[in-house]
């Protein structure tokens, strides 16, 4: 068996949370159980998406990409290559 988190559109369809592993046509039986409220969160724990953000992060050495992320994606000028503005 496999749990899947979902969530009710409100009007008439369960939508999926995140991807799911089935194939197309596939027959299923649906057990509906209310999760936990949302109040049990506990901020910095396991699910937290900021602590999982942090297995993420890697160090790119790279000392001004937050003020120069345009020029790092798109190729745009720098910011401290820019003329002050007047």
Do not use: C, W
Not at 1 to 25: I, N, Q, Y
Not at 44 to 69: C, F, K, Q, S, Y
Request: hydrophobic content about 35%; charged content about 30%.
């Amino acid at each position: 068996m496999t749990t899947l988190k979902a969530h009710f559109d409100g009007k008439r369809s369960l939508v999926l949370d995140e991807p799911a592993d089935l194939p197309v046509g596939t027959p299923l039986r649906v057990h509906v159980e209310p999760a936990p409220p949302l109040e049990e969160h506990v901020p910095g724990g396991p699910d937290d998406p900021l602590i999982r953000m942090l297995d993420l992060a890697v160090d790119a050495g790279i000392r001004d990409l937050a003020e120069n992320a345009d020029h790092y994606l798109y190729g745009h000028p720098k910011q401290s290559d820019q003329p002050d503005e007047q």
